[in-house]
């Protein structure tokens, strides 16, 4: 189980690594609602295409 440091991290990493060549969409979710918006938020400023949302 990864924290949420490690999720940004990660996808940091990756959109880095595919350089635009291939969509990149994030599988979220957290255990409340406010969790999941507020990592939903770092996610998308690292410039994923889409996110994936899990119900909290």
Do not use: W
């Not at 979220?28 to 400023?45: C, F, M, V, W, Y």
């Amino acid at each position: 189980m990864l924290n949420e440091q490690e999720k940004v991290a990660i996808t940091e990493t990756y959109v880095d690594e595919v350089n635009n060549r291939t969509p990149v969409v994030a599988h979220i979710g957290k255990i409340s609602t406010r969790e999941t918006i507020r990592l939903g938020r770092q996610i998308a400023k690292l410039g994923v295409d889409a996110v994936s949302v899990i119900t909290p």
